[in-house]
């Protein structure tokens, strides 16, 4: 959330002012690029980790241009792979853009990391290694329109924790529960309960300083093994300066409920090679193979490869996954192997101000986490599937355009074709407000129409930054009559940091128009520590 932008900035601003010279000296000799590898809803996957210096909790800025557009903060940690919650962007992130971090000490091999601090000197003698989380709790209410009627409230917790207890250099823990209880009134007036209890992450990781292994047990989910998922049982790692490797076995979660369940077995390993820490160039090559059994019977089985290469010009990254299904699993005209979930995006920086992207993408599942959801948002996962190319160009470090075509095949969307003009601006008065807007056409065999959207931010302070956003979708279906269906939507969010670790966020949005109107409302208080 943007919460933790405002905070986290603030935060960093007094810890910098408080800092001798030499601290900053320190600060800027240690100030590292890495490049995000692949996203999806909250997360972003980071190609840095432990041997380059990346620790949990650490704050990373996602650069285009020379500018800021986004922040991250460290959730989980491989050698050289780092998961990232998104704290905010100001426009949407992508495979491939820069990301910038202050390292602690990275090692040229696994022993280094014993004998080089880990961080810059402090004139308290505080220990860098401790717990660090946050505790929260928010309440959700939608009101649909009157022509449908009903309501959803929703209180829920939340908990996350990371970092190694009381000081403990060689263990770390990660974890992540969030809880809520929904209440619904249908539109018959009648009420529907259901309380859920969420675990995403509660594992504990043992690596002795200077040792290259890495042990992690409980419900996790590890960069090298995105393919995977969440799952609850071991992983055991080796990392050394240009190689990595692993295995792991455990058991699929309930799928609905997230609780413990051993009716789904599975597992798997990996291997890496990838470029050795401070080479001009970054570049990883993974393979792996993964199985899952229910009740002694194949549930799944296939092999998955992944590549990157990240340089000042030209990135890429693919992923690829290959199912294999055994004889009693083929129907008629099935084949053994077969070639699923893929993967690529390819970005080249013609000029600093100017950058050429393209990619495909026909992973049948992608998990997402969103925080708001509206027209833009069901339209993005709509037409995810598909094969895309496009450009940004950079006006005087402010401002940026953005034109892409897309051609969608399978997924929600069937055959449709898109084209987007994106234009955003930052920092453009004292009050720090930025602007950014969207116009998407799309057509297809069935229907056509135009998708527009802008927002409008301001940050009169460290303290409070407020956004004003809505937009206009609408569409002809040629099988539901000569007219036009348009949904529009107007929504605000304020982010306001109450104290040292306080923080306050509300949001507003109003939909009007189709058969799914509606009004709701978001609060959420949060302390950090």
């Not at 490049?35 to 999806?40: G, N, Q």
């Not at 780092?82 to 704290?87: E, G, K, L, Q």
């Not at 000569?482 to 939507?489: E, L, N, R």
């Amino acid at each position: 959330m943007s919460t933790r932008v405002r905070g986290a900035g603030w935060l960093a601003c007094l810890t910098l002012l408080a800092a001798p010279v030499a601290a900053q000296d320190w600060v800027a000799a240690q100030t590292k690029i890495a490049h995000i590898t692949y996203l999806t809803g909250k997360t972003a996957y980071v190609d840095a980790g432990t041997l380059d210096g990346v620790r949990e909790s650490a704050r990373m800025d996602v650069i285009r241009g020379g500018t800021t557009v986004g922040v991250l903060k460290v959730a989980y940690l491989a050698s050289h792979r780092a998961s990232c919650d998104i704290v905010s962007a100001t426009t949407a992130l992508a495979v491939g853009d820069s990301v910038r971090f202050v390292a602690a000490a990275a090692p040229r091999d696994s022993t280094v990391a014993a004998r080089t601090p880990s961080t810059p000197p402090s004139r308290g003698g505080e220990s860098g290694h401790r717990l660090r989380g946050r505790a929260g709790v928010a309440y959700f209410v939608m009101r649909q329109h009157a022509g449908v009627g009903g309501q959803v409230s929703e209180p829920a917790l939340d908990f996350r924790l990371d970092g190694q207890p009381l000081g403990a250099s060689s263990i770390s823990l990660a974890i992540d529960v969030r809880a809520r209880r929904t209440y619904t009134i249908l539109s018959d007036g009648s009420a529907v309960t259901d309380g859920r209890n969420r675990v995403y992450q509660a594992a504990m990781s043992v690596n002795a300083p200077g040792a290259p292994t890495r042990l992690t047990v409980g419900r996790q989910i590890s960069g090298n093994l995105a393919s995977v998922g969440l799952f609850d049982g071991l992983l055991a790692e080796m990392n050394r300066p240009d190689w990595s490797t692993g295995v792991f076995t455990g058991s699929q979660p309930e799928p609905l409920g997230l609780g413990l369940s051993s009716s789904v077995l599975e597992l798997g390993g990996y291997a890496q090679r990838h470029s050795r820490p401070g080479a001009a160039s970054h570049w990883t090559m993974t393979f792996g193979a993964a199985g899952s059994y229910q009740d002694a019977h194949a549930n799944r089985e296939f092999a998955f490869a992944q590549g990157s290469y990240f340089s000042r010009r030209f990135s890429t990254f693919i992923t690829q996954e290959v199912d294999y299904y055994r004889p009693w699993k083929l129907l008629p005209g099935m084949k053994a192997i077969s070639l699923t979930s893929t993967f690529a995006f390819v970005q080249y920086h013609v000029t600093q101000d100017l950058t050429l992207d393209a990619g495909f993408d026909n992973r049948r599942n992608v998990r997402l986490y969103r925080d708001v959801v509206n027209p833009e948002t069901a339209f993005d996962d709509t037409y995810r599937q598909g094969a895309w190319a496009g450009m940004w160009l950079q006006v005087a470090r402010r401002f940026r355009l953005g034109l892409d075509a897309r051609s969608s095949s399978g997924g929600l969307a069937g055959g449709a074709h898109s084209y987007t003009l994106s234009f955003s601006a930052d920092r453009l008065t004292r009050l720090a407000m930025g602007l950014r807007t969207r116009t998407t056409y799309y057509t297809s065999p069935q229907l056509s129409g135009v998708l527009q959207s802008a927002a409008l931010g301001l940050a009169p302070g460290d303290r409070l930054r407020v956004e004003l956003n809505g937009g206009l979708r609408a569409e002809q279906d040629a099988l539901a009559g000569p007219g036009t269906v348009a949904v529009t939507w107007a929504g605000a969010d304020a982010d306001v940091t109450l104290a040292r670790a306080w923080y306050v966020m509300i949001s507003a949005t109003r939909q009007r128009g189709g058969v799914d109107g509606y009004d709701q409302v978001y609060g959420g208080l949060s302390f950090r520590f």
